[in-house]
């Protein structure tokens, strides 16, 4: 049973230019979250997806983040215009329910980390 | 905003020795995990425990939550070299009807255990 699966591992983007990172989630598992990671800091929250339906975007930025999670395929977390302060580990967790408040357990994949350069 | 830090940020002891992390937060929480990852990679979940329970074992882990000081610590015995890692505490909301899935982390202690 694959995990939450991520790609790409390492992204390298000029200013400017347009980052998407992937993120398949567990089997059985249809909610998904992004988090980022700032070097020598802990994650931070972004948004939470349903397919098709964004649930709480309240940690992403404004301007120039969007994420999807469509019917098929993977969730993308998209950055257009990339400034050196997206350089980060952007990591994507799913769970199998709403609030996962049996297990309380993300799962989470292996980060994409994206330097912009 | 609410918020886990970790104490110490950096911890180096020997090969069979304990270590000990400690976890604090501001506000009331539904529940309180510690992760672990190793440089580089992804976050692997160690152990959840709720507000309601003040103690809680798993293998050489051994996780303590105070509410009333609202902290919580990490124990990890007979450490071996694999336990070198950043250790992360995180909290969430008490659970109001909606989902808890909005984990606020700490920046985590460092531990490096020697051979």
């Known amino acids: 049973n694959a995990g939450v699966m991520q790609n790409p591992r390492h992204l390298v983007r000029r200013r400017g230019q347009e980052a998407r990172l992937r993120c398949s989630p567990m089997?059985?598992?249809?909610?998904v979250y992004w988090y980022r990671q700032l070097p020598e800091e802990g994650l931070k929250f972004m948004v939470y997806?349903?397919?098709?339906?964004?649930?709480?975007e309240s940690g992403m930025p404004k301007e120039r983040f969007s994420a999807e999670f469509p019917k098929e395929g993977p969730s993308i977390l998209r950055i257009q215009q990339v400034v050196r302060g997206d350089s980060a580990a952007y990591f994507c967790?799913?769970?199998?329910?709403?609030?996962?408040?049996?297990?309380?357990?993300?799962?989470f994949g292996e980060g994409s980390r994206l330097t912009v350069l | 905003s609410q918020q886990g830090e970790e104490d110490p940020q950096a911890l180096s002891i020997q090969e069979g020795e304990n270590a000990t992390m400690n976890c604090s937060y501001k506000?009331?929480?539904?529940?309180l995990q510690w992760y672990r990852q190793n440089s580089g990679r992804g976050l692997v979940h160690l152990i959840l425990?709720?507000?309601?329970?003040r103690e809680k074992h798993s293998g050489r882990l051994r996780v303590t939550l105070d509410t009333s000081k609202k902290s919580s610590s990490l124990l990890i015995t007979a450490s071996r070299a694999a336990d070198t890692a950043s250790y992360f505490c995180?909290?969430?909301?008490?659970?109001?009807?909606?989902?808890?899935?909005?984990?606020?982390f700490g920046k985590g202690t460092l531990l490096t255990v020697n051979p």
């Open positions: 425990i709720r507000s309601n329970e």
């Open positions: 506000t009331s929480i539904n529940n």
């Open positions: 995180a909290t969430d909301l008490p659970y109001s009807g909606g989902s808890n899935y909005k984990l606020t």
């Open positions: 997806l349903q397919k098709e339906n964004i649930i709480d």
């Open positions: 967790a799913s769970s199998p329910g709403t609030a996962p408040v049996n297990t309380g357990e993300l799962f």
């Open positions: 089997k059985g598992h249809s909610h």
